[in-house]
């Protein structure tokens, strides 16, 4: 029997399907590639315009800051490390044993040598000075009296009125006299100066600190702690190490006829200076486990802002040179070892070269250069990181050098204008 129009066979129906679902496959590619080439298209019409000479948007000329390279004087420093270290630190102890009477500072104020700081009880001691004196005044009364007899025995002796023996034997009584007048004038001393030391007067200028002891207890000259510490401030030294190489560069100075050398202290962050002073002296060997020498430097501290212990940063000017190439610290760059120093150089086209320079002392944001440069050069200084070997450059607020000049590009347009309309 034969399937009719509208009746399918078997095979028609199994195969019918498929032929359908690839004919929407390929519709669907097709579609896809009209529209990838009309937005190849579109893309290529709208990209940015290829900077004059073929070069890319890599290319373009970079933002820089620039310096120019200059004559000027530099100063040589010695950097080191130091610590604040007073004149003179004492501690105040009682000459005599006693009861704290009065206490006459007042815990770290400014303090002059021989200023009363602690009243002992005198009573004791004036008590002694009292005995002494007494003693002293009955033995000269004793030997007053064995001259007197010494002179009656001599004259007697010369009329041989009395035997030799008795004249040598007042004479010996004189001599023993003397000899205790010495010893109770010695007490009555002794006594007197116990008195004195009944007050404790500061023995150097400074800050006195904390107080060691309270009124109405028994002070002793064996306290630990004393009284309390006196630190000298004014003037005050600083102990810093170099090493030992720069040791020959100082002594040369110094025997250059130089006498003395300037030293700034610097505090932790090296961005205050506390005060200038000079250096005194140094130490008479070299530290073998640090390969460094100590020096010591003194500064007049009128505004204290050196405090004993404190750790400062210690700059001391060796020489001063003159008339050397400086340029700008941010300038230089530093590559690999056999690259060693370098600058960007600036050129008259507006870009940059690569010049190997050699540097010499450093001095804040300047930097000497030995080698590589001449005054007037000019250098970038900011704006380094993109760089490479004649890359292009302009300054902030300038114009690229291929730009048009103001006015140029519209007197062109109206120029094509016009030339379109005579043409119609």
Do not use: C
């Not at 373009?60 to 800051?65: E, I, K, L, Y």
């Not at 008590?127 to 007197?148: F, M, N, T, Y």
Request: hydrophobic share 40%.
């Amino acid at each position: 029997m034969t399937a009719g129009p509208d009746q399918a066979s078997p095979y028609q129906r199994a195969t019918g399907a498929p032929r359908k679902r690839r004919s929407k496959l390929w519709w669907l590619v097709g579609v896809a590639v009209i529209a990838g080439i009309a937005w190849i298209i579109w893309s290529a019409k709208n990209q940015p315009a290829t900077p004059a000479g073929g070069r890319k948007g890599a290319d373009a000329a970079m933002t820089v800051n620039t310096a120019t390279v200059r004559s000027g004087d530099i100063n040589l420093y010695l950097n080191g490390l130091g610590t604040v270290t007073p004149l003179a630190t004492v501690t105040v102890h009682t000459r005599v044993a006693g009861q704290v009477m009065a206490i006459r500072f007042k815990e770290g104020q400014e303090v002059k040598a021989g200023d009363v700081l602690v009243e002992i009880d005198p009573r004791p001691y004036q008590v002694q000075l009292a005995q002494a004196q007494g003693q002293l005044d009955h033995d000269k009364a004793l030997l007053e009296s064995a001259r007197i007899d010494l002179d009656r025995y001599t004259t007697l002796f010369s009329q041989d009125s009395i035997a030799k023996q008795q004249v040598d034997t007042q004479a010996s009584l004189v001599k023993q006299y003397e000899a205790a007048l010495k010893t109770d004038q010695a007490a009555v001393d002794s006594a007197r100066l116990n008195l004195t030391y009944s007050r404790v007067t500061a023995p150097v200028s400074g800050r006195i600190g904390l107080r060691q002891i309270d009124l109405g207890n028994v002070a002793n000259p064996s306290d630990t702690n004393g009284v309390a510490i006196i630190t000298q401030l004014k003037p005050i030294t600083t102990v810093f190490s170099l090493p030992e190489d720069n040791l020959q560069a100082v002594l040369a100075e110094l025997s250059g006829g130089k006498k003395q050398l300037k030293v700034d202290a610097f505090d932790r962050g090296q961005t205050t200076l506390l005060d200038s002073g000079t250096l005194l002296t140094f130490d008479n060997q070299i530290d073998p486990t640090t390969g460094s020498i100590k020096f010591k430097a003194q500064f007049d501290n009128k505004e204290e802002k050196l405090f004993p212990q404190q750790f400062v940063n210690i700059r001391m000017l060796l020489a001063v040179k003159h008339g050397v190439t400086l340029v700008p610290s941010a300038a230089i760059q530093q590559g690999a070892a056999a690259v060693g120093a370098y600058v960007y150089l600036v050129n008259p086209d507006s870009t940059v070269s690569v010049r190997k320079i050699k540097v010499g002392a450093v001095e804040g944001d300047n930097t000497e250069v030995v080698s590589g440069l001449a005054v007037g050069d000019k250098v970038v200084v900011d704006g380094v990181d993109k760089l490479r070997e004649g890359s292009k450059i302009k300054l902030p607020g300038a114009a690229p050098a291929d730009a048009a000049k103001p006015g140029q590009g519209g007197d062109k347009s109206q120029h094509h204008k016009k030339h379109d309309a005579a043409a119609n």
